[in-house]
């Protein structure tokens, strides 16, 4: 088995039950939604520092999330895991690099899109979120955390929410 390349206990920081963890989403939700609310001025203006626009981090983020979704709904259930291979990921320069599917277009995601595209995602996001338990046994590889489980996931599509967020107070006060 691969070894994961960090800690997957540093996810509990988004909480240590599930109710924890919804909460914390809900309020990153809401974070992450009134930067993108602020930055239409620059919308698709690469942020400094950054190698994207606030458009490429929402698609960039919608798309982890969109992906994750199903997978969450999958280790909730009683339906077969098969094994997947174990790939870790790929730092460079001090930052985990998504993988190519992931990555945002370069125009990114239209602003008309947050009260349509977003306002749907986060609708089911925080469905599934209602739903999510610990899943011990039942697991699925992630390429920076190794197995993890359902909440871990939850956690992790938290976790990654607040970095961008960040990213994006960050640009929008540089």
Request: net charge negative; proline share 8%; aromatic share 6%.
């Amino acid at each position: 088995m691969t070894q994961p390349m960090y800690d997957p206990a540093v996810l509990k920081a988004m909480g240590q039950t599930p109710e924890e963890v919804r909460t914390r989403l809900g309020v990153e939700l809401d974070r992450f939604e009134a930067q993108l609310r602020g930055r239409q001025a620059d919308w698709n203006i690469t942020q400094p520092g950054r190698d994207w626009s606030p458009a490429q981090e929402a698609e960039h983020v919608l798309k982890i999330d969109t992906s994750i979704v199903p997978l969450m709904r999958l280790l909730l259930s009683d339906k077969e895991l098969r094994p997947m291979p174990q790939v870790p990921g790929e730092i460079i320069d001090g930052k985990r690099q998504s993988p190519a599917e992931l990555l945002p277009s370069d125009g990114g995601m239209p602003y008309a899109a947050l009260d349509t595209t977003w306002a749907e995602h986060r609708q089911k996001l925080e469905e599934m979120a209602a739903r999510v338990e610990p899943t011990p046994g039942r697991t699925f590889w992630h390429q920076f955390f190794g197995e993890i489980d359902a909440l871990d996931w939850l956690r992790m599509v938290t976790m990654h929410m607040r970095a961008h967020r960040k990213l994006l107070e960050e640009g929008a006060a540089a």
